[in-house]
């Protein structure tokens, strides 16, 4: 017993050495406010082609990270996003998805440019149909705007403290959140973008290995959308 573990062991380290590894450590999964887009002075926001957004959380993106805090981009340039691979996930991604960059777009640019920088870095375990059926999964199993409703914190333009809102994530989730704020044009600190960490399958969510760096205030709007 004690022989295969060891050479489990030195077979594992001998493709971490020749890089043979699913080369990244997790995922952060992050969902956007789209009323904190379109509001920023920083974004000017067009609404997709097929309408306004519903008003509630949407994906932003599923991103291989490092556990040091760095993360791998734009892994393999012959491996384009290509739309018929997902044509069967095309309304829910509409749905969940949605692109709010100018000018107004169906969204593929937004998932390309999602599945190119980040879902590549992936593709040794999901390809592009699955790294997609996972973020929608993934969507479908956290329900921010429920959670933070359920604590009393809604999208009304008031102002909430960020303390009570990563717990309201905690409790509907599980897991305690990283919170990203931006700025209204008025410059007040605003929830913007939520961050999840999940395993490297894609498939659990786990407490964060490291969070990102950034700066909200003690207090950060909710504004409407
Ligand atoms: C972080 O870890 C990755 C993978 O081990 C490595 O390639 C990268 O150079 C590291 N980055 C920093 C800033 O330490
Ligand atoms: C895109 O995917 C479809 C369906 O898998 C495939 O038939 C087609 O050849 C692919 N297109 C390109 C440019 O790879
Ligand atoms: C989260 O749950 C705990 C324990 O049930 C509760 O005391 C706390 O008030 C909840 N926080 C929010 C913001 O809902």
Redesign the pocket.
């Known amino acids: 017993m004690k022989c295969i573990a060891l050479i489990n062991f030195l077979v594992l380290q001998c493709l971490a050495i020749l890089g043979v590894s699913k080369g990244f450590d997790f995922f952060y999964f992050v969902q956007q406010w789209p009323g904190s887009y379109c509001d920023s002075d920083k974004f000017s926001c067009c609404y997709p082609t097929t309408g306004k957004p519903a008003a509630d959380f949407s994906i932003h993106g599923l991103w291989p990270n490092y556990r040091n805090g760095s993360y791998p981009q734009n892994c393999d340039p012959n491996n ?1 996003f ?4 997902t ?1 069967d996930l095309i309304s829910s991604m509409r749905r969940n998805w949605p692109s709010l960059s100018c000018p107004s777009s169906s969204g593929e640019s937004f998932w390309s440019h999602e599945w190119e920088k980040h879902g590549t870095c992936s593709e040794s375990l999901l390809d592009q149909h699955s790294y997609f059926q996972t973020a929608l999964t993934l969507r479908q199993q956290t329900n921010i705007l429920q959670s933070l409703k359920s604590a009393g914190i809604i999208p009304d333009g008031g102002s909430y403290s960020l303390a009570n809102i990563k717990d309201a994530t905690k409790n509907g989730t599980g897991y305690t959140p990283w919170i990203e704020c931006n700025e209204d044009s008025s410059g007040n600190s605003q929830l913007y973008e939520v961050y999840l960490c999940v395993d490297s399958s894609g498939s659990n969510l786990i407490e964060c290995p490291v969070f990102p760096k950034g700066k909200c205030g003690s207090e950060i709007e909710f504004p409407t959308f």
């Open positions: 384009p290509n739309e018929s691979e044509s």
